[in-house]
Nanobody
């Protein structure tokens, strides 16, 4: 089991930027697809972005495409989510997850982190 710890959340004005980090523990963390989900108050969790084991392939939700960038540094066991042009509707708790494949990450995830809060003010 991989343990995940997110950081980097906070309060930002609309149009601003934040970078989330997710530190993974465990020797095999680099063998997993990594991704981000988010959950806004009163809403279901939704897929945000995913990145392949090597970092060569990525996938994004339509709502964040062109504004968010996912990346990973396997030597540091860390996945990042750079969020630009933030909107109030991006306000949510953001979770880091592991998965076996990008194609199935929306339906099947492994480990989850505890989440980090992102609040975008208008």
């Amino acid at each position: 089991q991989v343990q995940l710890e997110e950081s980097g959340g906070g309060l930002v004005q609309a149009g601003g930027s934040l970078r989330l980090s997710c530190l993974a523990s465990g020797r095999t963390s680099s063998t997993y697809v990594m991704g981000w989900f988010r959950q806004a108050p009163g809403k279901a969790r939704e897929f945000v972005a995913a990145i392949s084991q090597s970092g060569g392939a990525t996938s994004y939700a339509d709502s964040v495409k062109g504004r968010y960038t996912i990346s990973r540094d396997n030597a540091k066991k860390t996945v990042y989510l750079q969020m630009n042009s933030l909107k109030p509707q991006d306000t949510a708790t953001y979770y880091c997850v592991t998965a076996l494949a990008i194609a199935t990450i929306k339906y099947s995830q492994g480990s989850w982190g505890q989440g980090t809060q992102v609040t975008v003010s208008s």
